[in-house]
């Protein structure tokens, strides 16, 4: 599948009420200025031992979903990358 690239690249972005449970709306597109997320599964050997000389197939392994996102600094956006990164804000006592 192709990416986006340069200027058609957009993001969307929701957050989660259960923890690993993808939302089923409230995402808004929110601006960032590279992006290197990904995902893969690569192959391992069998471990199986019995059969012979041959070797089994190799198995798929676990998806790793990583990468980094480089975000902007702008007065917009800067609070909803501030949730995503450390949750939502705990107030504590009254007054400033």
């Not at 986006?4 to 690993?20: D, H, S, V």
């Not at 409230?26 to 050997?45: D, K, V």
Request: charged share 15%.
């Amino acid at each position: 599948m192709a990416r986006a690239q340069r200027a058609r690249a957009q993001m969307a972005l929701a957050f989660e009420t259960t923890y690993g449970t993808a939302p089923a709306g409230g995402y808004f597109r929110i601006p960032f200025a590279s992006s290197l997320l990904g995902a893969e599964q690569p192959l391992l050997n069998s471990e199986l031992l019995g059969y012979g000389r041959d070797p089994l197939p190799p198995v798929m392994d676990a998806v790793t979903a990583d990468g980094d996102v480089v975000v902007p600094i702008d007065a917009e956006a800067w609070g909803m990358w501030l949730k995503a990164a450390f949750g939502d804000p705990a107030t504590t006592g009254t007054g400033p």
